[in-house]
């Protein structure tokens, strides 16, 4: 029974390899391929259409010249299988254009994949496909004119145009195994469809020098090489396309979701402005009113009603220094934030409120203040002040002791806010100067302001060239350090 499924298998074999050597079974075989190349060119074309990618360019034409050659190869087959061929008298000639429309399809799809090596030298590598396109037309040509008038045979023109297309393909061999393709993701694929590809025309160019003419057994078996070997590169270009779609994909999401993060943002920031400023009229006025009710202005006040007074007043001033925290973020984002320069008492920048506003919540407050003329922004470097120490309560607790320590060297001065309270995490410690940034953590998050004081902080002393640091350990406090070189 196996020796009888053994025959039926190779007696099918020689049928089917009969009959793809007549007419009717090339017809059939060009059919079939031609039906296959244009929908591939219909599925590149419709891609390049989306992304003028050159590399697709030189796809469609590969495949367009393989169509093109199987479509006028299935016309005049088909005249022969079915009546009789006026071409028979022109069978050289067709043989030469149908070999000429081969080697362009296949430079044509080694220049798609060779073109990322060359993609820093487009116009370069698109002269060179060009040159070579029109130098192979024209041996091609010299090569029917050859055979044509006699001087050359028509079994070695035959292994010419083998060894021609079989010098193609090497080149991307020698290409892409040099290593000059690195970013080829499919290589394995292109490689093994030229592999293929190659056999066909590199066993005739031996044939031909060992027996001085191509055996039409291996013509028989070359058959479906060519096929075999475009199926694989057809992987290899679906594969990169599906992968780029997917690439293209996942960057227009990434871009979609940069594009509202930045409507996000600048909603933000338009909020912040106007807020911002609406608010700061109103607590402006408040001020006003308050001062003059402190003062009596408008009648003498009870003792309860000045400590009353005095808490609203002081409430009012730290929102007041909020907004102006909102402000100068803004005007940092925008570069639009110019500095003041003068020549001050560095103690100055001390603000008294915010220390009488660490002894009311029970804090030790100690300064170490040396007296010392520096230059800056004086407004700016006292909210550098303001920002520390008004960390420097929130996250200290009723008994916890503040200093305050500031002083100069002959290349540097320096602004010091030291406390005890619950310490910043290790793992926070590099974001705490980012904007908007907010520890998370059980003891704090009652204190949580929001997230500003620190990055203004950093931006104004940055303006300055200087540079803060800060030690901290959990559970023992913090320590912000302002060091600002002198100009």
Same mark, same amino acid.
């Given at each position: 029974?196996?020796?009888?499924?053994?025959?039926?298998?190779?007696? #099918?074999? %020689?049928?089917?390899?009969?009959?793809?050597?007549?007419?009717?079974?090339?017809?059939?075989?060009?059919?079939?391929?031609?039906?296959?190349?244009?929908?591939?060119?219909?599925?590149?074309?419709?891609?390049?259409? &989306?992304?003028?990618?050159?590399?697709?360019?030189?796809?469609?034409?590969?495949?367009?010249?393989?169509?093109?050659?199987?479509?006028?190869?299935?016309?005049?087959?088909?005249?022969?299988?079915?009546?009789?061929?006026?071409?028979?008298?022109?069978?050289?000639?067709?043989?030469?254009? =149908?070999?000429?429309?081969?080697?362009?399809?296949?430079? #044509?799809?080694? #220049?798609?994949?060779?073109?990322?090596?060359?993609?820093?030298?487009?116009?370069?590598?698109?002269?060179?496909?060009?040159? $070579?396109?029109?130098?192979?037309?024209?041996?091609?040509?010299?090569?029917?004119?050859?055979? %044509?008038?006699?001087?050359?045979?028509?079994?070695?023109?035959?292994?010419?145009? =083998?060894?021609? &297309?079989?010098?193609?393909?090497?080149?991307?061999?020698?290409?892409?195994?040099?290593?000059?393709?690195?970013?080829?993701?499919?290589?394995?694929?292109?490689?093994?469809?030229?592999?293929?590809?190659?056999?066909?025309?590199?066993?005739?160019?031996?044939?031909?020098?060992?027996?001085?003419?191509? =055996?039409?057994?291996?013509?028989?078996?070359?058959?479906?090489?060519?096929?075999?070997?475009?199926?694989?590169?057809?992987?290899?270009?679906?594969?990169?396309?599906?992968?780029?779609?997917?690439?293209?994909?996942?960057?227009?999401?990434?871009?979609?979701?940069?594009?509202?993060?930045?409507?996000?943002?600048?909603?933000?920031?338009?909020?912040?402005?106007?807020?911002?400023?609406?608010?700061?009229?109103?607590?402006?006025?408040?001020?006003?009113?308050?001062?003059?009710?402190?003062?009596?202005?408008?009648?003498?006040?009870?003792? +309860?009603?000045?400590?009353?007074?005095?808490?609203?007043?002081?409430?009012?001033?730290?929102?007041?220094?909020?907004?102006?925290?909102?402000?100068?973020?803004?005007?940092?984002?925008?570069?639009?934030?110019?500095?003041?320069?003068?020549?001050?008492?560095?103690?100055?920048?001390? =603000?008294?409120?915010?220390? +009488?506003?660490?002894?009311?919540?029970?804090?030790?407050?100690?300064?170490?203040?040396?007296?010392?003329?520096?230059?800056?922004?004086?407004?700016?470097?006292?909210?550098?002040?303001?920002?520390?120490?008004?960390?420097?309560?929130?996250?200290?607790?009723?008994?916890?002791?503040?200093?305050?320590?500031?002083?100069?060297?002959?290349?540097? $001065? $320096?602004?010091?806010?030291?406390?005890?309270?619950?310490?910043?995490?290790?793992?926070?410690?590099?974001?705490?100067?980012?904007?908007?940034?907010?520890?998370?953590?059980?003891?704090?998050?009652?204190? &949580?302001?929001?997230?500003?004081?620190?990055?203004?902080?950093? &931006?104004?002393?940055?303006?300055?060239?200087?540079?803060?640091?800060?030690?901290?350990?959990?559970?023992?406090?913090?320590?912000?350090?302002? $060091?600002?070189?002198?100009?």
């Amino acid at each position: 029974m196996a020796l009888g499924l053994e025959f039926l298998d190779i007696t #099918s074999f %020689r049928r089917l390899a009969f009959f793809l050597g007549t007419p009717a079974g090339e017809l059939l075989k060009r059919a079939v391929e031609m039906a296959f190349y244009l929908l591939i060119v219909y599925m590149i074309f419709t891609e390049y259409r &989306q992304r003028q990618r050159r590399d697709y360019k030189y796809l469609a034409a590969g495949f367009f010249a393989l169509f093109a050659r199987n479509a006028i190869l299935s016309a005049i087959l088909f005249t022969d299988v079915f009546g009789p061929s006026p071409f028979t008298r022109f069978s050289v000639a067709l043989f030469f254009l =149908d070999q000429t429309l081969e080697t362009i399809a296949l430079l #044509s799809l080694v #220049s798609a994949f060779l073109f990322p090596v060359f993609k820093e030298r487009t116009m370069r590598f698109q002269g060179l496909v060009a040159l $070579w396109l029109v130098g192979l037309g024209l041996v091609h040509l010299g090569l029917y004119t050859l055979v %044509r008038n006699g001087l050359v045979t028509l079994n070695l023109g035959e292994a010419l145009v =083998d060894s021609i &297309q079989a010098g193609v393909l090497l080149l991307s061999f020698f290409v892409i195994r040099k290593g000059a393709y690195p970013n080829l993701k499919f290589a394995r694929s292109v490689l093994v469809a030229f592999a293929v590809y190659l056999a066909g025309p590199l066993s005739n160019v031996i044939s031909y020098l060992v027996i001085g003419h191509v =055996d039409l057994r291996l013509r028989v078996l070359e058959h479906p090489l060519p096929f075999i070997s475009l199926f694989l590169l057809l992987r290899a270009v679906y594969l990169n396309m599906v992968d780029k779609a997917g690439l293209y994909s996942k960057l227009k999401e990434s871009e979609e979701t940069i594009a509202r993060e930045k409507e996000l943002s600048q909603m933000k920031d338009n909020f912040i402005s106007i807020v911002s400023h609406e608010l700061r009229t109103p607590i402006t006025s408040m001020k006003l009113y308050l001062s003059l009710l402190r003062e009596g202005r408008f009648g003498k006040l009870s003792i +309860r009603q000045g400590k009353a007074m005095k808490t609203v007043y002081d409430e009012s001033t730290r929102l007041s220094d909020l907004i102006n925290d909102l402000l100068t973020i803004k005007k940092m984002e925008s570069g639009k934030l110019e500095l003041e320069m003068s020549t001050f008492d560095l103690p100055e920048i001390i =603000d008294d409120l915010y220390v +009488r506003i660490a002894k009311e919540k029970g804090l030790k407050v100690v300064k170490h203040a040396n007296h010392c003329l520096v230059k800056g922004d004086k407004n700016r470097l006292k909210q550098v002040f303001i920002n520390l120490m008004n960390n420097a309560i929130k996250f200290s607790s009723k008994g916890g002791k503040i200093t305050i320590s500031c002083g100069s060297s002959k290349a540097e $001065w $320096w602004l010091s806010v030291s406390d005890t309270g619950v310490g910043i995490p290790p793992a926070d410690l590099p974001k705490i100067f980012d904007k908007f940034y907010q520890v998370e953590d059980a003891l704090t998050r009652k204190n &949580q302001g929001i997230g500003l004081g620190l990055a203004i902080v950093k &931006q104004i002393v940055e303006l300055h060239g200087g540079s803060v640091d800060v030690k901290s350990k959990l559970g023992k406090g913090s320590t912000f350090t302002a $060091w600002i070189p002198k100009t």
